[in-house]
């Protein structure tokens, strides 16, 4: 099931404290999350969690997919669009886990639907 960045934006707020930018895609397209490791190569229609000290590397990158979520795991600042920032001290396995956990919540519910 495909879920908006908004969206994973609001169940993330239910655990952590987050910010986030002030422009965040309603459009449901994200399909997929996955850990963010310097130099990986960036697909669209994916939520990267990013450690804060790896926010540097992705200034490396020409441009940015704009059909993704970064979570930014560490406070920061930032005001590229699609953008979520957690509070200094939570886990990045932890909060991809939950995102997973998102995912696999919704696609169940599809497939149940279905």
Not at 32 to 50: C, I
Not at 63 to 70: A, H, I
Not at 73 to 97: A, M
């Amino acid at each position: 099931m495909k879920l908006s960045a908004a969206f994973i934006i609001d169940q993330l707020e239910k655990t952590y404290k987050v910010s986030k930018s002030t422009s965040i895609s309603k459009e449901p397209c994200l399909i997929d999350a996955t850990l963010y490791t310097p130099g990986m190569k960036l697909h669209d229609f994916t939520v990267y969690v990013v450690k804060k000290e790896e926010l540097n590397s992705l200034r490396e990158y020409k441009k940015l997919p704009e059909n993704c979520l970064f979570v930014i795991v560490g406070n920061s600042n930032t005001s590229t669009p699609n953008v979520c920032i957690l509070e200094d001290g939570e886990n990045q396995l932890e909060v991809f886990s939950h995102i997973q956990e998102i995912f696999n919540t919704y696609n169940t519910w599809q497939d149940d639907l279905i």
